[in-house]
């Protein structure tokens, strides 16, 4: 499936890369779960990491920082994320803290 073929009830089915999220930094991640309230997801960072952490063949590996201003934390989990420019994508975030921004979530690709 290509990005542009996206439809409101697809998920990428193919691996995501940095440059899926590199020119996305600002940008809102809506949560697309049925069980979950909608949470609007800033991504506030997209990190390519050092290659020696990923695995040789694989993806280069980057990690991704998004913020929720939502006082409810979520647990760490596979959660099905919308963008308007990416489409339906489903990413593990785990939150890593909360503050007067809200919480911050961290996913890792590697």
């Given at each position: 499936m290509t990005l542009g073929n996206?439809?409101?009830?697809?998920?990428i089915d193919r691996q995501l890369v940095y440059e899926d999220f590199?020119?996305?930094?600002?940008g809102v991640f809506a949560?697309?779960?049925t069980a979950v309230p909608s949470v609007p997801l800033v991504l506030a960072e997209a990190t390519p990491l050092d290659p020696a952490m990923g695995l040789p063949g694989v993806r280069p590996p980057f990690s991704l920082m998004f913020v929720a201003n939502e006082?409810?934390?979520?647990?760490?989990?596979?959660?099905?994320?919308?963008?308007?420019?990416?489409g339906e994508v489903e990413i593990f975030l785990v939150?890593?803290?909360?503050d007067?921004?809200?919480?911050?979530?961290?996913?890792?690709?590697?």
């Amino acid at each position: 499936m290509t990005l542009g073929n996206c439809t409101d009830r697809q998920v990428i089915d193919r691996q995501l890369v940095y440059e899926d999220f590199a020119d996305k930094v600002g940008g809102v991640f809506a949560l697309a779960e049925t069980a979950v309230p909608s949470v609007p997801l800033v991504l506030a960072e997209a990190t390519p990491l050092d290659p020696a952490m990923g695995l040789p063949g694989v993806r280069p590996p980057f990690s991704l920082m998004f913020v929720a201003n939502e006082p409810n934390v979520l647990p760490q989990g596979l959660y099905r994320l919308k963008n308007d420019g990416l489409g339906e994508v489903e990413i593990f975030l785990v939150p890593v803290g909360k503050d007067a921004k809200g919480v911050s979530y961290n996913a890792t690709f590697n």
